[in-house]
């Protein structure tokens, strides 16, 4: 049993892999493929068209959900709202569900109620490739390529010219530690194939290259600066601000010192939003948010 569904596992694989390009025009990061693989494809006819080239701002109104083979609750009546030109951050404990709202943003699965809408258009009426085709996703677990430089930034970009490339490595701050690489950006990484093998840290820069690749209207962001430094979150938030300027912007963090630059917090527990609003109004209201601040920072003082 093991034994098939593991050829067959590798069929896919093989099959996924040639059509490389195609599927990370569709969807960039997978945090897990055999959740991604297991997902059935409706047949479906999408009434709804995602304009392109313009701001989305994004509803989760009243959302509930459970996954498929577990009863147990992971969003429990949550409402929030992405606004269009905005940064949201969104924080939490462990296992509150900020992955799974993640996974549902990118129609991995469909809410068992409530409704997600973009623009006022439900999701569901939404092809996932439409939508994909807007989006950036840059996934708690994302996959590490054992491939070069130039390659693991352009990963499913057509036709990207050099000079794309380095606009995205400077962009997510990669650009001085590439250039230090023996082979600079032809520089194969990972252990597998005799490659450099990068820290946390620098592999989540590349990541972040990777998705700057694609001017879209609308990313998301988990755990984005979990492997910086202090210094390095700084830099990369300056990075970041003037990046995003014109898109609606996700970010999934347990770093209080990334969530504070957003201009709307939401603080998920047990699958619900408990908190909402600016880092000082956050403060002001002295909830969790104000005690895990301190919480997180006393250490500088
Ligand atoms: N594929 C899955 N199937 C079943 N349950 C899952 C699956 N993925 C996550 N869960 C469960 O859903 C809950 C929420 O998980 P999720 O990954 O969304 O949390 P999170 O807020 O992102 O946590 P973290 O801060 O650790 O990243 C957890 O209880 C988790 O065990
Ligand atoms: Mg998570």
Not at 52 to 60: H, K, L, N, Q, W
């Amino acid at each position: 049993m093991f034994y098939i569904s593991f050829t067959q596992s590798q069929r896919i694989m093989k099959s996924l892999l040639g059509n490389a390009s195609e599927l990370y025009k569709n969807i960039l990061f997978l945090e897990n493929l055999f959740e991604f693989l297991a997902i059935k494809i409706p047949d479906i006819k999408y009434k709804g068209r995602l304009p392109s080239r313009t701001s989305y701002e994004i509803v989760f109104d009243n959302v509930s959900f459970h996954y498929p083979h577990n009863k147990q609750i992971v969003l429990d009546s949550l409402s929030l709202t992405l606004k269009a030109r905005k940064i949201t951050a969104i924080v939490g404990t462990n296992g509150a569900g900020k992955s799974t709202l993640v996974k549902l943003l990118c129609q991995f699965y469909n809410p068992n109620s409530g409704e997600i809408k973009i623009n006022s258009t439900p999701l569901s009426d939404i092809d996932p490739k439409d939508l994909h085709q807007h989006m950036t996703v840059l996934f708690q677990n994302y996959i590490h390529y054992h491939m070069s430089v130039k390659e693991n930034i352009a990963l499913g970009s057509i036709g990207d010219e050099h000079n794309t490339i380095l606009s995205a490595a400077m962009a997510a701050g990669a650009d001085s530690f590439i250039e230090q690489l023996d082979e600079g950006y032809d520089t194969v990484l990972g252990r597998w194939f005799g490659g450099v093998e990068l820290s946390g840290g620098e592999w989540q820069r590349i990541a972040l290259a990777r998705a700057f690749m694609r001017d879209v209207g609308f990313i998301i962001l988990d755990e984005p600066t979990s492997a910086l430094d202090s210094w390095a979150e700084i830099d990369w938030l300056d990075r970041f601000r003037t990046l995003c300027q014109d898109k609606t912007t996700l970010i999934i963090t347990h770093r209080f010192t990334t969530a504070r630059h957003a201009d709307m917090i939401y603080v998920m527990d047990e699958g619900k939003v408990v908190e909402a609003g600016t880092h000082d109004e956050l403060l002001e209201l002295g909830g969790l948010y104000a005690s895990s601040w301190y919480e997180q920072t006393k250490k500088f003082k």
